[in-house]
């Protein structure tokens, strides 16, 4: 071989040899090498991390790796907040900051990353990483932290922001951006960095529009009119290194500057929108139209007729809130009348937000026009017919008069009954008659057979509660003649017969509940199911709440402060100054056997509200922490050798 030839030759095998140790050395390649665990650091950044008397509105921070930075606009909170959005990039091993707002004098700038920082090869999380600088000669370090819960079940609200205010005017809220902010995470959990000393008012806001303050009724939102102080104080802590996932290597007992008040609440709320203005017309069956609007008024629409004679013409039923009123029709005429012109008014918030009386001109047209139905009933009268004349050749019961159309009840009565529940009848069409003499109750006794008193309430828009005295163990059965109930166009009802069993006190279990704190107060307790939906609720005035005939299971407590004894939760109005109704839940499921009292007391004030709420009810589940993956301690525990240090 040539000496050009044995040179060649000698510089490709060194050159291979370069790339099999270069590939041999890279971490976590798919060779078995180590990987790499070290999370990024920062090496520098302009200006400092700490400045003082910074001018500049482009940071730049420089890395000693390739980083990313996940999801800049969540995860990345400016504070003073931004009017105008900054920029944020990561290229390579840097991250580049504009800030597109005016630099305020005197003041400390936080830029909190959360933990969005990650190395780009493995993804290693950098940690909470906060830069900060101050326009002024000193840096603001102190902070406030807390939690913000949805005022009506307590869940975490995630992603929300969180302001101070030095401006102690309520008009602050709703005209000024705030001063310092911060956001949730998943767990509801905020921090505020950078605050001077001083007194301040904590909130939150869903901001809807980006201006930092709260302008529409749609953004959720929480306030407090107490004045906090922030401060800190020398602390310790225990803080744990580990040799792996599942072995602790040491525990030291660590100073650490304990910034407070660090475990404020914040429950957040919605307030109704309460602008009133129609926002459509129905008539989904020809015989009823509805109108719905966004907001309910004590005052239902008034309704002239046009093409049609509104006097005596119509049925009202309007629902719980007043914001659907449905009308149904009195007169046949009118149902086969496929267009209804009408004039009505009604109360409409105008342009300044006030409610006037509104006056429109509409027509309600039938979804089902007359001939349409007519055809549809000559075609079921066809195939009836039909059906007849071939049982007829065929020798069989045969029909020679059409049936006449019955009133289809529902009669939600099973054969298994609690003895505190009671059955409902629900009509489809507004009933004219109920003839009682036609339902009947029998009670067995011995073999034999006697009446039983109940009563029947009317609870409105045709539904109908069946009360009576259910003794536990007892057998019933409930007897409903046929024409019991007779609608508003004739209709009567078919027979209906459904016997019952009462089921006995030892398939029940009982819960007694001693409320502590809370004298005088009118208190509702709700017993939930898994789902966060109550099944029972009582109330009491004297702290003690007591759940009979509770099926055997697990349940969760929930009770609210019913401030205006309505029965129901309330949110809450900023300018009102009103909270909403304060929630607690009690911190465990209890478990209920049957046969058996269970008995509880609860001091609803003994946990801070965002320990109360059991995990199990939590639907807000906190985002998984980023940690390293320790992959290198697996991979020396298979070698039976020591992984190496980071």
């Known amino acids: 071989m040539s000496n050009h030839n044995c040179s060649l030759f000698t510089i490709c095998c060194t050159f291979s040899a370069l790339l099999l140790v270069a590939s041999c050395a890279k971490m976590g390649s798919p060779d078995g090498g180590w990987f ?363 029909d020679s008069i059409y049936p006449r159309e019955v009133l289809e009840m529902k009669f939600n009565v099973g054969s298994a009954l609690d003895p505190d529940r009671n059955p409902t009848f629900q009509a489809p069409t507004p009933i004219a008659t109920v003839d009682t003499s036609k339902i009947h109750l029998y009670i067995e006794h011995d073999s034999l057979w006697y009446n039983a008193r109940y009563k029947l309430v009317e609870r409105g828009n045709r539904l109908y509660e069946f009360k009576a005295e259910w003794r536990p163990e007892q057998h019933y059965s409930l007897e409903i003649d046929s024409a019991a109930f007779t609608d508003i166009y004739g209709l009567e009802s078919k027979k209906f017969k459904q016997g019952i069993k009462v089921k006995s006190n030892d398939d029940y279990s009982t819960l007694f509940v001693n409320i502590q704190g809370f004298e005088g107060e009118h208190l509702a307790v709700q017993l939930l199911n898994s789902g966060d939906k109550p099944i029972k609720q009582v109330t009491t005035d004297n702290g003690k709440a007591e759940f009979f005939y509770v099926q055997p299971g697990n349940y969760f407590l929930r009770m609210f402060v019913d401030a205006n004894r309505n029965g129901i939760w309330d949110t809450g109005d900023y300018n009102e100054n009103r909270q909403a109704e304060e929630v607690f839940y009690f911190h465990e499921p209890i478990e209920c056997l049957a046969k058996w009292d269970v008995t509880r007391t609860w001091n609803p004030r003994e946990r801070k509200a965002f320990q109360q709420k059991p995990a199990d009810l939590i639907k807000q589940k906190a985002d998984q922490k980023k940690t390293i993956r320790n992959r290198n301690a697996e991979r020396a525990k298979s070698m039976g050798i020591l992984p190496p240090e980071r």
Do not use: C
């Open 36 to 398: 790499d665990e070290t999370p990024p650091r920062v090496v520098y950044s302009t200006p400092a991390d700490g400045g003082t008397d910074v001018k500049q509105q482009k940071i730049k921070i420089f890395f000693n790796e390739f980083i990313q930075v996940d999801n800049p606009t969540e995860k990345v909170v400016v504070s003073p907040p931004q009017l105008e959005v900054p920029e944020i990039r990561a290229t390579g091993k840097r991250i580049e900051i504009k800030l597109a707002d005016s630099l305020i004098a005197n003041t400390t700038y936080t830029i909190d990353f959360s933990d969005a920082i990650t190395d780009n090869n493995e993804g290693n999380p950098m940690g909470n990483f906060t830069y900060t600088f101050s326009t002024g000669d000193h840096i603001d370090t102190l902070q406030v932290a807390g939690y913000v819960l949805q005022a009506d079940n307590l869940e975490p609200v995630k992603g929300i922001l969180v302001g101070l205010y030095s401006d102690f005017a309520d008009s602050a809220f709703t005209t000024k951006p705030l001063l310092r902010v911060s956001r949730t995470d998943s767990r509801g959990y905020f921090v505020i960095k950078g605050v001077a000393e001083g007194a301040y008012r904590i909130v939150a806001l869903q901001d809807m529009d980006g201006n930092y303050f709260y302008s529409q009724k749609s953004e959720m939102m929480a306030f407090s009119h107490d004045s906090i102080k922030p401060y800190w104080k020398l602390d310790y802590r225990q803080d744990t290194t580990w040799i792996d996932s599942l072995h602790i290597d040491k525990i030291k007992r660590v100073q650490y500057n304990h910034f407070q008040p660090d475990q404020l609440v914040l429950r957040a709320f919605t307030v109704p929108l309460t602008d009133r203005y129609l926002l459509k017309t129905e008539r989904p069956e020809a015989n009823r139209f509805s109108f719905f609007f966004t907001y309910g008024h004590e005052e239902l629409p008034h309704i002239k007729g046009l093409n049609f004679n509104e006097q005596n013409a119509f049925i009202i039923e309007n629902s719980l809130k007043n914001d659907t009123v449905t009308y149904w029709l009195r007169d046949t005429v009118l149902v086969n009348q496929d267009t209804l012109r009408m004039e009505i008014q009604f109360m409409a918030t105008d342009t300044l937000g006030q409610l006037q009386l509104n006056t429109d001109t509409i027509e309600v047209l039938s979804r089902q026009p007359y001939a349409k139905r007519m055809k549809q009933k000559a075609k079921e009268l066809e195939e009836w017919e039909k059906k007849q004349e071939k049982r007829k050749k065929r020798g069989l019961d045969y």
